[in-house]
């Protein structure tokens, strides 16, 4: 079936150290997005991408990078500048005319 | 500053009774979106009107939108225990003009609990 496949669903981080979550969709969508939302709170967003090789910062991106070498992928790196990074990060997909998102299942990241 | 405001933050209700969440965002927008979400789940599309239409329905689903007032409801009617869900509004804005990319901005949400 298509749809969203984002990984790890829990993921532990000591402070410092950099960690990559991951985002693969089978939709054919060309736009692919990252969010971030935080207990209580609507979703705010922190990297999209249009087309491969191409992608463009969101309203939080301090301290997250992003690349889009596949169609069908597109990695979030949580680096050890974002200063607080425990949040759950939902990756969306959609068609360019952005009428409907397609989300993943999110990664709960948690910073010890 | 978010786009969206909703409200209330939370609502409880019983089985078969009606639920209706309002949202109101601040800038002229294209369209407007509702999503649900299950605890630690994903989002996933309820609806969608655009912001030449005043009324839309899709089952038990309701939306409305009022764009000189800058607002949406979404009415849930005859609810169930599987209902039980917070709500997100988003409007689409596109300072281009047409559906190329603009920016889809989430409301804060509604906690919505539908006791059996």
């Known amino acids: 079936d298509g749809g969203i496949t984002q990984s790890p669903k829990y993921l532990f981080r000591k402070e410092g150290q950099n960690v990559t979550l991951s985002c693969e969709q089978n939709l054919n969508h060309d736009a692919m997005y990252w969010y971030r939302q935080d207990p209580g709170q609507g979703l705010r967003l922190i990297y999209y991408?249009?087309?491969?090789?191409?992608?463009q910062k969101g309203d939080i991106a301090e301290g997250y990078s992003v690349s889009r070498e596949k169609k069908e992928s597109f990695p979030l790196t949580v680096t050890s500048a974002q200063k607080n990074p425990t949040a759950f990060y939902l990756c969306?997909?959609?068609?360019?005319?952005?009428?409907?998102?397609?989300f993943g299942e999110g990664s709960r990241l948690t910073v010890l | 500053s978010q786009q969206g405001e909703e409200d209330p933050q939370a609502l409880s209700i019983q089985e078969g009774e009606n639920a209706t969440m309002n949202c109101s965002y601040k800038?002229?927008?294209?369209?407007l979106q509702w999503y649900r979400q299950n605890s630690g789940r994903g989002l996933v599309h309820l609806i969608l009107?655009?912001?030449?239409?005043r009324e839309k329905h899709s089952g038990r689903l309701r939306v409305t939108l009022d764009t000189s007032k800058k607002s949406s409801s979404l009415l849930i009617t005859a609810s169930r225990a599987a209902d039980t869900a917070s709500y997100f509004c988003a409007s689409f804005t596109s300072p281009g003009g047409g559906t190329s990319y603009g920016k889809l901005t989430f409301g804060q949400g509604t906690i919505l609990t539908v006791h059996p």
């Open positions: 991408s249009q087309i491969v090789n191409d992608f």
């Open positions: 009107i655009r912001s030449n239409e």
């Open positions: 969306a997909s959609s068609t360019r005319g952005l009428e409907e998102l397609f």
């Open positions: 800038t002229s927008i294209n369209n």
